[in-house]
């Protein structure tokens, strides 16, 4: 992948297992993502910005973009 392609509403897979925030009004909470499971990027540059917003079980979650960089790969589109 080119560094400036955009991979806005793609999917990745987990290698690892990896943590996200999931924050509901003024209430924050880590919540643990397993290895091998499937996010979609929602907004969020992986290659720049410090944290990433992501849907993985139908919650959006903010993650640390170098833990989607590093430990998730992009799924080919069908």
């Given at each position: 992948?080119?560094?400036?392609?955009?991979?806005?509403?793609?999917?990745?897979?987990?290698k690892?297992?990896?943590?996200?925030?999931?924050?509901?009004?003024?209430?924050?909470?880590?919540?643990?993502?397993?290895?091998?499971?499937?996010?979609?990027?929602?907004?969020?540059?992986?290659?720049?910005?410090?944290f990433?917003?992501?849907?993985?079980?139908?919650?959006?979650?903010?993650?640390?973009?170098?833990?989607?960089?590093?430990?998730?790969?992009?799924?080919?589109?069908?």
């Amino acid at each position: 992948m080119r560094n400036n392609e955009t991979v806005l509403k793609r999917t990745f897979k987990l290698k690892t297992s990896t943590f996200a925030i999931l924050s509901e009004k003024e209430h924050r909470s880590v919540v643990t993502i397993p290895a091998r499971s499937v996010v979609t990027l929602l907004v969020g540059d992986i290659n720049a910005d410090g944290f990433v917003k992501i849907r993985y079980r139908n919650q959006i979650l903010l993650m640390f973009a170098i833990d989607l960089r590093t430990r998730g790969i992009l799924e080919q589109s069908s």
